[in-house]
T-cell receptor, first 116, second 113 residues
Framework: GDSVTQMEGPVTLSEEAFLTINCTYT??????LFWYVQYPGEGLQLLLK?????DKGSNKGFEATYRKETTSFHLEKGSVQVSDSAVYFC???????????????FGKGTKLTVNP | DAGVTQSPTHLIKTRGQQVTLRCSPK?????VSWYQQALGQGPQFIFQ???????QRGNFPDRFSGHQFPNYSSELNVNALLLGDSALYLC????????????FGQGTRLTVV
């Protein structure tokens, strides 16, 4: 089945540093790609998405570009803030075999801590 | 809009017991998917319900079962609990069998002792 591999954490940065979290995927076809964020004690929130090759998703200063040739969807932010401290999950949406349903396949997550 | 709501938020059960978790989807959504997130791991797909039927199941044993009601809310049942079932259980709602953005609840933290 499809799978997602993302950079192992934890990642610790100082405020205003540049952030990159690597994500690569294995899939048949061309899945939609997502980054989700999970703050302590909370569920998942969609951060950004891209639905086809070369699409760039962006939100709250975060960006990721769907690269079909390298099967990657790396997350970047130019200047992180303390409030960005959270766990980040890369995911793809896979079409299920029955009834055209779709499910999300997640990476293991990368914990980011930003220090003042 | 209330979004996706799950109950309870936390619970502790003993090995061998049974547990029921509940999920109300976002208003207008008709599809509910359940995920298990073990500590330090990404969420793993358990199953999906649409039109009150289980549409697909992930790699989980039959001890995990579910139900969807006519109002689209859903339950996840786990029988004969094992210590390894301790995890955060997340419910996600979407439209039309998973197409479109998935909205997640805050999850139910299950601890099996």
């Amino acid at each position: 089945g499809d799978s997602v591999t993302q950079m192992e954490g934890p990642v610790t940065l100082s405020e205003e540093a540049f952030l990159t979290i690597n994500c690569t995927y294995t899939a048949t076809g061309y899945p939609s790609l997502f980054w989700y964020v999970q703050y302590p004690g909370e569920g998942l929130q969609l951060l950004l998405k891209a639905t086809k090759a070369d699409d760039k998703g962006s939100n709250k200063g975060f960006e990721a570009t769907y690269r079909k040739e390298t099967t990657s969807f790396h997350l970047e932010k130019g200047s992180v803030q303390v409030s960005d401290s959270a766990v980040y999950f890369c995911a793809l949406r896979e079409t299920l075999t029955q009834g055209g349903s779709e499910k999300l396949v997640f990476g293991k997550g990368t914990k980011l801590t930003v220090n003042p | 809009d209330a979004g996706v709501t799950q109950s309870p938020t936390h619970l502790i059960k003993t090995r061998g017991q049974q547990v029921t978790l509940r999920c109300s989807p976002k208003s207008g959504h008709d599809t509910v998917s359940w995920y298990q997130q073990a500590l330090g791991q990404g969420p793993q797909f358990i199953f999906q319900y649409y039109e009150e039927e289980e549409r697909q199941r992930g790699n989980f044993p039959d001890r995990f079962s579910g139900h969807q009601f006519p109002n689209y809310s859903s339950e996840l049942n786990v029988n004969a609990l094992l210590l390894g079932d301790s995890a955060l259980y997340l419910c996600a709602s979407t439209l039309d069998r998973g197409v479109g953005e998935a909205f997640f609840g805050q999850g139910t933290r299950l601890t099996v002792v």
